[in-house]
Protein backbone atom coordinates (compact mmCIF):
# COMPACT_ATOMS: atom_id res chain seq x y z
CA UNK A 1 0.00 0.00 0.00
CA UNK A 2 2.88 1.93 0.89
CA UNK A 3 4.44 1.96 -2.28
CA UNK A 4 1.10 2.42 -4.47
CA UNK A 5 0.44 5.93 -2.41
CA UNK A 6 4.44 6.77 -2.80
CA UNK A 7 4.15 6.35 -6.74
CA UNK A 8 0.73 8.07 -7.25
CA UNK A 9 2.35 10.93 -5.20
CA UNK A 10 5.31 11.05 -7.69
CA UNK A 11 2.80 11.20 -10.74
CA UNK A 12 0.80 13.88 -9.08
CA UNK A 13 3.96 15.71 -8.75
CA UNK A 14 5.09 15.25 -12.39
CA UNK A 15 1.12 15.99 -13.74
CA UNK A 16 1.54 19.18 -12.43
CA UNK A 17 4.87 20.63 -13.65
CA UNK A 18 5.47 24.15 -12.82
CA UNK A 19 4.60 25.24 -16.09
CA UNK A 20 0.83 23.67 -15.81
CA UNK A 21 0.50 25.35 -12.67
CA UNK A 22 0.38 28.95 -14.63
CA UNK A 23 -2.77 28.36 -15.28
CA UNK A 24 -5.85 29.54 -13.04
CA UNK A 25 -8.09 27.12 -13.31
CA UNK A 26 -10.26 28.85 -10.41
CA UNK A 27 -10.62 31.48 -13.24
CA UNK A 28 -11.05 29.60 -15.86
CA UNK A 29 -13.94 28.06 -14.48
CA UNK A 30 -15.63 31.04 -12.97
CA UNK A 31 -16.10 32.68 -16.50
CA UNK A 32 -16.76 29.69 -18.15
CA UNK A 33 -19.92 30.20 -16.56
CA UNK A 34 -20.19 33.62 -16.81
CA UNK A 35 -20.09 32.94 -20.47
CA UNK A 36 -23.97 31.17 -20.18
CA UNK A 37 -25.26 34.60 -18.99
CA UNK A 38 -24.12 36.06 -22.07
CA UNK A 39 -26.02 33.80 -24.11
CA UNK A 40 -29.05 33.97 -22.37
CA UNK A 41 -32.80 34.70 -24.21
CA UNK A 42 -35.46 35.96 -22.54
CA UNK A 43 -35.96 38.23 -19.10
CA UNK A 44 -32.90 38.52 -17.63
CA UNK A 45 -32.99 37.69 -13.88
CA UNK A 46 -32.19 40.74 -11.28
CA UNK A 47 -28.25 38.90 -10.73
CA UNK A 48 -27.27 38.95 -13.82
CA UNK A 49 -23.29 39.10 -13.81
CA UNK A 50 -23.04 40.05 -17.68
CA UNK A 51 -23.79 43.65 -17.70
CA UNK A 52 -23.76 44.67 -21.53
CA UNK A 53 -26.89 41.81 -22.09
CA UNK A 54 -30.44 43.03 -21.82
CA UNK A 55 -33.64 41.47 -22.22
CA UNK A 56 -35.04 40.10 -25.43
CA UNK A 57 -37.00 37.49 -27.31
CA UNK A 58 -39.66 38.32 -25.25
CA UNK A 59 -42.58 37.72 -27.77
CA UNK A 60 -41.31 34.62 -28.33
CA UNK A 61 -43.89 31.60 -29.21
CA UNK A 62 -46.64 34.29 -29.34
CA UNK A 63 -47.60 34.02 -32.62
CA UNK A 64 -48.22 30.01 -32.17
CA UNK A 65 -49.92 31.02 -28.57
CA UNK A 66 -46.87 29.13 -26.48
CA UNK A 67 -44.30 31.13 -24.10
CA UNK A 68 -41.14 30.14 -24.96
CA UNK A 69 -39.81 33.22 -23.94
CA UNK A 70 -35.72 32.03 -22.15
CA UNK A 71 -33.71 29.47 -22.77
CA UNK A 72 -30.54 29.96 -24.95
CA UNK A 73 -28.78 31.48 -28.05
CA UNK A 74 -26.48 28.71 -29.28
CA UNK A 75 -23.60 30.96 -30.35
CA UNK A 76 -23.32 34.08 -32.48
CA UNK A 77 -26.81 34.42 -33.74
CA UNK A 78 -30.07 34.48 -32.20
CA UNK A 79 -31.61 31.70 -32.95
CA UNK A 80 -32.67 28.92 -30.04
CA UNK A 81 -32.04 25.52 -31.62
CA UNK A 82 -33.27 22.89 -29.38
CA UNK A 83 -30.80 20.16 -29.87
CA UNK A 84 -27.51 21.66 -29.09
CA UNK A 85 -28.97 23.37 -26.45
CA UNK A 86 -30.11 20.28 -24.72
CA UNK A 87 -26.53 18.60 -25.34
CA UNK A 88 -25.42 21.76 -23.73
CA UNK A 89 -27.80 21.26 -20.56
CA UNK A 90 -26.42 17.24 -20.87
CA UNK A 91 -23.12 18.08 -20.52
CA UNK A 92 -23.03 20.99 -17.83
CA UNK A 93 -25.10 18.86 -15.49
CA UNK A 94 -23.13 15.39 -15.89
CA UNK A 95 -20.07 18.21 -15.23
CA UNK A 96 -21.88 18.85 -11.98
CA UNK A 97 -23.01 15.43 -11.36
CA UNK A 98 -18.98 14.35 -12.01
CA UNK A 99 -17.34 17.48 -10.29
CA UNK A 100 -20.51 18.52 -8.10
CA UNK A 101 -17.82 18.67 -4.88
CA UNK A 102 -14.78 20.47 -6.56
CA UNK A 103 -17.34 23.37 -8.07
CA UNK A 104 -19.16 24.16 -4.67
CA UNK A 105 -15.22 24.47 -2.92
CA UNK A 106 -14.34 26.81 -6.00
CA UNK A 107 -17.86 28.88 -4.86
CA UNK A 108 -18.99 28.33 -8.51
CA UNK A 109 -21.94 25.32 -7.47
CA UNK A 110 -24.56 28.20 -7.22
CA UNK A 111 -23.61 29.64 -11.19
CA UNK A 112 -23.38 25.92 -12.48
CA UNK A 113 -26.86 25.29 -11.55
CA UNK A 114 -28.57 28.12 -12.60
CA UNK A 115 -26.48 27.31 -15.87
CA UNK A 116 -28.74 24.50 -16.29
CA UNK A 117 -32.28 25.70 -14.76
CA UNK A 118 -31.79 28.59 -17.38
CA UNK A 119 -31.89 25.58 -19.53
CA UNK A 120 -34.48 23.33 -18.33
CA UNK A 121 -37.09 25.77 -16.94
CA UNK A 122 -36.77 26.35 -21.45
CA UNK A 123 -37.64 22.81 -22.42
CA UNK A 124 -40.29 22.78 -19.07
CA UNK A 125 -42.11 25.52 -21.48
CA UNK A 126 -41.28 23.76 -24.51
CA UNK A 127 -42.62 20.45 -23.64
CA UNK A 128 -46.23 21.74 -24.11
CA UNK A 129 -47.60 18.18 -23.93
CA UNK A 130 -46.71 14.67 -23.82
CA UNK A 131 -46.02 14.35 -27.67
CA UNK A 132 -44.99 18.22 -28.61
CA UNK A 133 -41.70 19.58 -28.37
CA UNK A 134 -41.12 23.06 -29.65
CA UNK A 135 -37.70 22.59 -31.35
CA UNK A 136 -36.78 25.98 -32.98
CA UNK A 137 -37.68 29.29 -32.06
CA UNK A 138 -36.23 31.71 -35.45
CA UNK A 139 -34.98 30.40 -38.35
CA UNK A 140 -31.55 30.79 -39.53
CA UNK A 141 -31.96 32.22 -43.02
CA UNK A 142 -33.66 35.06 -41.70
CA UNK A 143 -31.18 35.30 -39.00
CA UNK A 144 -28.13 35.30 -40.78
CA UNK A 145 -28.94 37.75 -43.32
CA UNK A 146 -29.15 40.75 -39.95
CA UNK A 147 -26.58 41.48 -37.80
CA UNK A 148 -28.11 42.79 -34.93
CA UNK A 149 -28.11 43.04 -30.92
CA UNK A 150 -30.53 40.48 -29.65
CA UNK A 151 -32.46 43.34 -27.84
CA UNK A 152 -32.83 44.82 -31.65
CA UNK A 153 -34.50 41.67 -33.44
CA UNK A 154 -36.68 42.35 -36.18
CA UNK A 155 -36.03 39.04 -37.53
CA UNK A 156 -38.60 36.31 -37.65
CA UNK A 157 -39.32 34.44 -34.28
CA UNK A 158 -41.51 31.88 -35.59
CA UNK A 159 -41.23 28.95 -33.42
CA UNK A 160 -41.18 24.82 -34.69
CA UNK A 161 -42.30 22.11 -33.29
CA UNK A 162 -42.11 18.14 -33.10
CA UNK A 163 -45.22 16.00 -32.59
CA UNK A 164 -46.64 12.81 -33.67
CA UNK A 165 -46.92 13.71 -37.28
CA UNK A 166 -43.85 15.47 -37.19
CA UNK A 167 -41.42 13.26 -35.63
CA UNK A 168 -38.18 14.42 -33.80
CA UNK A 169 -36.47 11.39 -32.00
CA UNK A 170 -33.07 12.81 -32.14
CA UNK A 171 -34.18 15.73 -30.27
CA UNK A 172 -36.25 14.55 -27.85
CA UNK A 173 -33.81 11.69 -26.82
CA UNK A 174 -31.66 13.99 -26.49
CA UNK A 175 -34.22 16.63 -24.42
CA UNK A 176 -35.05 13.45 -22.62
CA UNK A 177 -31.56 12.99 -21.56
CA UNK A 178 -30.72 16.66 -20.26
CA UNK A 179 -33.84 16.48 -18.27
CA UNK A 180 -32.51 13.21 -16.43
CA UNK A 181 -29.24 14.57 -16.09
CA UNK A 182 -30.83 17.72 -14.10
CA UNK A 183 -32.88 15.79 -12.30
CA UNK A 184 -30.13 14.09 -10.60
CA UNK A 185 -28.11 17.44 -10.11
CA UNK A 186 -31.09 19.06 -8.79
CA UNK A 187 -32.31 16.16 -6.38
CA UNK A 188 -30.62 17.07 -3.18
CA UNK A 189 -31.28 20.76 -3.50
CA UNK A 190 -34.59 21.00 -5.07
CA UNK A 191 -36.39 17.61 -4.66
CA UNK A 192 -39.77 18.78 -6.47
CA UNK A 193 -37.80 20.09 -9.67
CA UNK A 194 -36.35 16.88 -9.90
CA UNK A 195 -39.38 15.11 -9.95
CA UNK A 196 -40.75 17.03 -12.40
CA UNK A 197 -37.89 16.97 -14.78
CA UNK A 198 -37.70 13.19 -14.74
CA UNK A 199 -41.49 13.39 -15.49
CA UNK A 200 -40.46 15.53 -18.69
CA UNK A 201 -37.58 13.16 -19.39
CA UNK A 202 -39.31 9.69 -19.03
CA UNK A 203 -42.90 11.56 -21.22
CA UNK A 204 -40.26 12.70 -24.06
CA UNK A 205 -38.26 9.56 -24.13
CA UNK A 206 -41.58 7.40 -24.90
CA UNK A 207 -42.30 9.92 -27.18
CA UNK A 208 -39.27 10.40 -28.92
CA UNK A 209 -39.46 6.37 -29.18
CA UNK A 210 -43.09 5.64 -30.16
CA UNK A 211 -42.42 8.27 -33.22
CA UNK A 212 -39.79 7.77 -34.70
CA UNK A 213 -38.10 9.42 -37.48
CA UNK A 214 -34.66 12.26 -37.73
CA UNK A 215 -36.08 15.94 -36.23
CA UNK A 216 -34.10 17.50 -39.48
CA UNK A 217 -36.74 15.68 -41.86
CA UNK A 218 -39.62 16.97 -40.07
CA UNK A 219 -38.28 20.63 -39.92
CA UNK A 220 -36.32 21.67 -42.67
CA UNK A 221 -35.46 24.69 -41.63
CA UNK A 222 -32.98 23.21 -39.45
CA UNK A 223 -31.15 21.35 -42.40
CA UNK A 224 -27.77 23.44 -42.78
CA UNK A 225 -27.34 24.35 -39.37
CA UNK A 226 -27.72 21.62 -37.45
CA UNK A 227 -28.51 18.82 -39.45
CA UNK A 228 -28.91 15.74 -37.78
CA UNK A 229 -26.26 13.49 -39.68
CA UNK A 230 -25.93 10.27 -37.12
CA UNK A 231 -29.56 9.95 -36.89
CA UNK A 232 -31.63 9.48 -33.83
CA UNK A 233 -30.72 5.65 -32.67
CA UNK A 234 -27.80 7.53 -31.09
CA UNK A 235 -29.90 9.74 -28.78
CA UNK A 236 -32.52 6.90 -27.89
CA UNK A 237 -29.88 5.50 -26.57
CA UNK A 238 -28.48 8.10 -25.14
CA UNK A 239 -31.84 9.15 -23.64
CA UNK A 240 -32.43 5.60 -22.42
CA UNK A 241 -29.02 5.48 -20.69
CA UNK A 242 -29.58 8.74 -18.73
CA UNK A 243 -33.02 7.23 -17.71
CA UNK A 244 -31.60 4.74 -16.34
CA UNK A 245 -28.99 6.63 -14.29
CA UNK A 246 -31.58 8.50 -12.94
CA UNK A 247 -34.15 6.39 -12.10
CA UNK A 248 -32.30 2.66 -11.55
CA UNK A 249 -35.40 1.39 -13.96
CA UNK A 250 -34.32 -1.73 -15.03
CA UNK A 251 -36.31 -1.35 -18.09
CA UNK A 252 -34.23 1.38 -19.37
CA UNK A 253 -31.15 -0.56 -19.24
CA UNK A 254 -32.74 -3.15 -20.64
CA UNK A 255 -33.73 -1.12 -24.17
CA UNK A 256 -29.65 0.14 -24.10
CA UNK A 257 -28.77 -3.83 -24.31
CA UNK A 258 -31.68 -4.96 -26.42
CA UNK A 259 -30.82 -2.15 -29.01
CA UNK A 260 -27.18 -2.40 -28.75
CA UNK A 261 -26.67 -3.83 -32.00
CA UNK A 262 -30.07 -2.66 -33.97
CA UNK A 263 -28.99 1.05 -32.88
CA UNK A 264 -25.04 1.16 -33.55
CA UNK A 265 -24.19 1.03 -29.75
CA UNK A 266 -21.98 -1.97 -30.39
CA UNK A 267 -21.53 -1.34 -34.04
CA UNK A 268 -20.46 1.92 -34.23
CA UNK A 269 -16.65 3.09 -33.48
CA UNK A 270 -16.68 6.90 -33.53
CA UNK A 271 -13.83 9.34 -32.73
CA UNK A 272 -15.77 12.16 -32.34
CA UNK A 273 -18.71 13.17 -29.45
CA UNK A 274 -20.44 16.21 -29.88
CA UNK A 275 -23.96 17.93 -29.98
CA UNK A 276 -24.99 15.32 -33.20
CA UNK A 277 -22.89 12.19 -32.48
CA UNK A 278 -23.43 10.58 -28.76
CA UNK A 279 -22.21 6.91 -29.16
CA UNK A 280 -18.56 7.57 -27.16
CA UNK A 281 -20.40 9.04 -24.42
CA UNK A 282 -23.25 6.23 -24.58
CA UNK A 283 -20.49 3.50 -24.99
CA UNK A 284 -18.27 5.10 -22.08
CA UNK A 285 -21.26 4.97 -19.81
CA UNK A 286 -22.12 1.50 -20.45
CA UNK A 287 -18.45 0.40 -19.98
CA UNK A 288 -18.69 1.92 -16.25
CA UNK A 289 -21.66 -0.48 -15.73
CA UNK A 290 -19.63 -3.71 -15.89
CA UNK A 291 -18.17 -3.39 -12.65
CA UNK A 292 -21.54 -3.55 -10.83
CA UNK A 293 -22.72 -6.97 -9.81
CA UNK A 294 -26.17 -6.64 -11.06
CA UNK A 295 -24.98 -6.16 -14.35
CA UNK A 296 -23.42 -9.35 -14.61
CA UNK A 297 -26.24 -10.98 -16.72
CA UNK A 298 -25.59 -8.20 -19.40
CA UNK A 299 -21.28 -8.20 -19.38
CA UNK A 300 -21.37 -9.74 -23.01
CA UNK A 301 -23.11 -6.78 -24.66
CA UNK A 302 -21.40 -4.60 -22.15
CA UNK A 303 -17.93 -5.84 -22.73
CA UNK A 304 -18.67 -4.89 -26.38
CA UNK A 305 -19.66 -1.39 -25.67
CA UNK A 306 -16.31 -1.12 -23.63
CA UNK A 307 -14.83 -1.94 -26.32
CA UNK A 308 -15.86 0.66 -28.93
CA UNK A 309 -15.27 3.46 -25.78
CA UNK A 310 -11.95 2.46 -25.80
CA UNK A 311 -12.11 2.54 -29.52
CA UNK A 312 -12.81 6.10 -29.14
CA UNK A 313 -10.20 6.97 -25.93
CA UNK A 314 -7.15 5.19 -28.34
CA UNK A 315 -7.82 7.22 -31.14
CA UNK A 316 -7.67 10.30 -29.05
CA UNK A 317 -4.43 9.40 -27.66
CA UNK A 318 -3.05 8.55 -31.03
CA UNK A 319 -2.76 4.53 -29.52
CA UNK A 320 -4.66 2.73 -32.31
CA UNK A 321 -1.32 1.88 -34.15
CA UNK A 322 -3.16 2.80 -37.61
CA UNK A 323 -3.56 6.12 -39.54
CA UNK A 324 -6.87 5.35 -40.26
CA UNK A 325 -7.98 5.47 -37.07
CA UNK A 326 -6.23 7.66 -34.60
CA UNK A 327 -7.32 11.25 -34.47
CA UNK A 328 -5.09 14.06 -35.98
CA UNK A 329 -3.02 16.38 -34.03
CA UNK A 330 -1.96 19.56 -34.64
CA UNK A 331 2.04 20.16 -34.56
CA UNK A 332 1.27 21.79 -30.91
CA UNK A 333 -0.39 18.80 -29.89
CA UNK A 334 -4.46 19.58 -30.67
CA UNK A 335 -7.01 16.96 -31.14
CA UNK A 336 -7.57 17.96 -34.94
CA UNK A 337 -11.07 16.34 -35.86
CA UNK A 338 -12.42 19.28 -38.54
CA UNK A 339 -12.36 22.85 -40.02
CA UNK A 340 -15.10 24.47 -38.35
CA UNK A 341 -15.44 25.13 -34.76
CA UNK A 342 -12.74 22.58 -34.06
CA UNK A 343 -12.37 23.13 -30.28
CA UNK A 344 -15.62 21.71 -29.79
CA UNK A 345 -14.23 18.27 -30.08
CA UNK A 346 -11.33 19.34 -28.23
CA UNK A 347 -13.20 19.84 -25.08
CA UNK A 348 -15.57 16.77 -25.44
CA UNK A 349 -12.80 14.46 -25.53
CA UNK A 350 -11.23 16.37 -22.78
CA UNK A 351 -14.32 15.57 -20.58
CA UNK A 352 -14.60 12.07 -21.37
CA UNK A 353 -10.64 11.33 -20.79
CA UNK A 354 -10.87 13.03 -17.43
CA UNK A 355 -13.99 10.87 -16.31
CA UNK A 356 -12.82 7.56 -17.87
CA UNK A 357 -9.40 8.27 -16.12
CA UNK A 358 -11.56 8.40 -12.46
CA UNK A 359 -13.54 5.26 -13.30
CA UNK A 360 -10.11 3.31 -14.50
CA UNK A 361 -8.22 4.79 -11.32
CA UNK A 362 -10.97 3.60 -9.34
CA UNK A 363 -11.63 0.02 -10.30
CA UNK A 364 -8.33 -0.40 -10.23
CA UNK A 365 -8.35 -0.89 -14.15
CA UNK A 366 -5.84 0.01 -17.81
CA UNK A 367 -6.63 1.13 -20.80
CA UNK A 368 -6.05 -1.49 -23.51
CA UNK A 369 -4.73 0.17 -26.69
CA UNK A 370 -3.48 -1.63 -29.96
CA UNK A 371 -0.34 0.31 -29.35
CA UNK A 372 0.32 -0.98 -25.52
CA UNK A 373 -1.24 -0.33 -21.93
CA UNK A 374 -2.24 3.14 -20.94
CA UNK A 375 -2.83 3.95 -17.33
CA UNK A 376 -5.56 6.48 -15.90
CA UNK A 377 -2.91 9.24 -15.44
CA UNK A 378 -1.87 9.05 -19.11
CA UNK A 379 -5.37 10.00 -20.06
CA UNK A 380 -5.61 12.45 -17.17
CA UNK A 381 -2.53 14.22 -18.44
CA UNK A 382 -3.55 14.26 -22.21
CA UNK A 383 -6.77 15.71 -20.99
CA UNK A 384 -4.96 18.13 -19.13
CA UNK A 385 -2.90 19.28 -22.35
CA UNK A 386 -5.75 19.76 -24.27
CA UNK A 387 -7.12 22.12 -21.66
CA UNK A 388 -4.06 24.07 -21.14
CA UNK A 389 -3.91 24.16 -24.98
CA UNK A 390 -7.12 26.10 -24.63
CA UNK A 391 -5.88 28.86 -22.23
CA UNK A 392 -2.58 29.60 -24.06
CA UNK A 393 -0.25 26.12 -24.09
CA UNK A 394 0.06 26.51 -28.03
CA UNK A 395 2.47 28.13 -30.50
CA UNK A 396 -0.10 31.25 -30.85
CA UNK A 397 0.71 31.60 -27.25
CA UNK A 398 -3.22 32.56 -27.05
CA UNK A 399 -5.70 31.35 -25.00
CA UNK A 400 -8.80 30.60 -26.82
CA UNK A 401 -11.11 31.13 -23.71
CA UNK A 402 -12.19 34.66 -23.88
CA UNK A 403 -11.38 37.04 -21.45
CA UNK A 404 -9.07 34.18 -19.98
CA UNK A 405 -5.23 35.61 -19.59
CA UNK A 406 -3.64 39.18 -21.65
CA UNK A 407 -3.92 37.46 -25.16
CA UNK A 408 -6.88 35.95 -26.34
CA UNK A 409 -9.23 36.61 -29.59
CA UNK A 410 -10.89 40.35 -29.32
CA UNK A 411 -12.96 39.99 -32.18
CA UNK A 412 -15.10 36.85 -31.69
CA UNK A 413 -18.18 36.42 -34.38
CA UNK A 414 -20.88 37.39 -32.36
CA UNK A 415 -23.56 40.47 -32.63
CA UNK A 416 -24.34 41.55 -29.31
CA UNK A 417 -20.61 41.33 -28.47
CA UNK A 418 -19.60 43.32 -31.73
CA UNK A 419 -22.12 46.15 -31.02
CA UNK A 420 -22.47 49.19 -28.62
CA UNK A 421 -24.40 47.37 -25.72
CA UNK A 422 -28.01 48.01 -25.29
CA UNK A 423 -27.46 49.25 -21.84
CA UNK A 424 -25.19 51.89 -23.24
CA UNK A 425 -27.05 53.04 -26.39
CA UNK A 426 -30.42 52.06 -26.18
CA UNK A 427 -31.01 53.39 -30.08
CA UNK A 428 -32.21 50.82 -32.88
CA UNK A 429 -29.63 49.37 -34.81
CA UNK A 430 -31.33 47.94 -37.92
CA UNK A 431 -31.00 44.69 -39.61
CA UNK A 432 -28.23 45.78 -42.30
CA UNK A 433 -27.38 48.80 -40.19
CA UNK A 434 -25.06 46.41 -37.94
CA UNK A 435 -23.24 44.95 -40.51
CA UNK A 436 -22.75 48.70 -42.05
CA UNK A 437 -21.41 49.48 -39.26
CA UNK A 438 -20.01 47.52 -36.19
CA UNK A 439 -19.64 43.91 -38.52
CA UNK A 440 -16.62 44.90 -40.71
CA UNK A 441 -14.98 47.12 -37.99
CA UNK A 442 -11.46 45.92 -37.33
CA UNK A 443 -11.62 47.53 -33.68
CA UNK A 444 -11.59 45.11 -30.73
CA UNK A 445 -15.41 43.77 -30.19
CA UNK A 446 -16.86 46.59 -27.53
CA UNK A 447 -18.43 43.82 -24.99
CA UNK A 448 -16.47 40.85 -23.89
CA UNK A 449 -17.99 37.70 -24.04
CA UNK A 450 -16.49 35.90 -21.35
CA UNK A 451 -15.29 32.32 -20.80
CA UNK A 452 -16.57 31.87 -24.64
CA UNK A 453 -14.73 29.17 -26.26
CA UNK A 454 -13.94 30.01 -30.00
CA UNK A 455 -13.80 27.64 -32.87
CA UNK A 456 -9.90 27.63 -32.65
CA UNK A 457 -6.98 27.27 -34.31
CA UNK A 458 -6.50 25.14 -37.81
CA UNK A 459 -4.60 22.37 -38.67
CA UNK A 460 -1.08 23.80 -38.35
CA UNK A 461 -1.72 25.83 -35.44
CA UNK A 462 -2.62 29.24 -36.83
CA UNK A 463 -5.34 31.39 -35.81
CA UNK A 464 -6.72 34.38 -37.55
CA UNK A 465 -8.37 36.80 -35.24
CA UNK A 466 -11.11 38.65 -37.63
CA UNK A 467 -15.06 38.67 -37.25
CA UNK A 468 -15.41 37.40 -40.52
CA UNK A 469 -13.25 34.61 -39.65
CA UNK A 470 -16.56 32.58 -38.53
CA UNK A 471 -15.01 29.05 -38.31
CA UNK A 472 -12.45 30.02 -36.13
CA UNK A 473 -14.27 33.01 -34.20
CA UNK A 474 -17.38 31.96 -33.48
CA UNK A 475 -18.06 30.74 -30.04
CA UNK A 476 -20.73 27.61 -28.69
CA UNK A 477 -22.64 26.74 -25.62
CA UNK A 478 -21.83 23.51 -26.61
CA UNK A 479 -17.83 24.27 -26.78
CA UNK A 480 -18.08 25.71 -22.84
CA UNK A 481 -20.17 23.42 -21.57
CA UNK A 482 -17.77 20.12 -21.19
CA UNK A 483 -15.31 22.33 -19.02
CA UNK A 484 -17.16 23.48 -16.68
CA UNK A 485 -16.59 19.71 -14.75
CA UNK A 486 -12.72 19.79 -16.19
CA UNK A 487 -12.14 22.69 -15.03
CA UNK A 488 -13.20 22.08 -11.32
CA UNK A 489 -11.54 18.61 -11.44
CA UNK A 490 -8.23 20.04 -12.52
CA UNK A 491 -8.47 22.79 -10.05
CA UNK A 492 -9.11 20.79 -7.23
CA UNK A 493 -6.14 18.53 -8.09
CA UNK A 494 -3.94 20.92 -8.34
CA UNK A 495 -4.59 22.32 -4.98
CA UNK A 496 -4.44 18.97 -3.16
CA UNK A 497 -1.05 18.81 -4.99
CA UNK A 498 0.41 21.86 -3.23
CA UNK A 499 -1.49 21.15 0.34
CA UNK A 500 0.29 17.84 0.22
CA UNK A 501 2.55 17.22 3.74
CA UNK A 502 2.04 13.90 5.33
CA UNK A 503 1.14 10.31 4.70
CA UNK A 504 -2.27 11.30 5.95
CA UNK A 505 -2.48 13.55 3.27
CA UNK A 506 -1.25 10.59 0.42
CA UNK A 507 -4.03 8.96 1.52
CA UNK A 508 -6.88 11.28 0.96
CA UNK A 509 -4.92 12.13 -2.44
CA UNK A 510 -5.41 8.59 -3.09
CA UNK A 511 -8.75 8.71 -2.69
CA UNK A 512 -9.76 11.89 -4.13
CA UNK A 513 -8.00 11.62 -7.20
Given at each position: ??????????????????????????????????????????????????????????????????????????????????????????????????????????????????????????????????????????????????????????????????????????????????????????????????????HHAQQLFEFGDKY???????????????????????????????????????????????????????????????????????????????????????????????????????????????????????????????????????????????????????????????????????????????????????????????????????????????????????????????????????????????????????????FVDSRENFMQTEA??????????????????????????????????????
Open positions: MENRIALFFFTLLTFFTPKSLAFDYADALTKSLLYFESQRSGRLPYNQRISWRDHSGLTDGLEQGVDLVGGYYDAGDHVKFGLPMAFTVTMLSWGVLESRQQIAAAGELEHALEAIKWGTDYFIKAHTSPNVLWAEVGDGDTDHYCWQRPEDMTTSRRAYRIDENNPGSDLAGETAAAMAAASMVFKSTNRHYSHLLLRGKYDSSLGVVKGYYTSVSGFMDELLWGAMWLYRATDNEKYLKYVIENAHGFGGIGWAITEFSWDVKYAGIQIMASKLLGEAKHKQHSQTLLQYRSKAEFYLCSILNKHNSNNTNVVHTPGGLIYIREWNNMQHVSTAAFLLTFYSDFLRESNQNLNCREGTVRHEELLRFAKSQVDYILGSNPMNMSYMVGYGSNYPKRVHHRGASIVSYRENKGFIGCTQGYDNWYGRQDPNPNLLVGALVGGPDFEDKCTYNTAPLVGVFAKLLALEEQSQSHDGDDDDQQLVASF
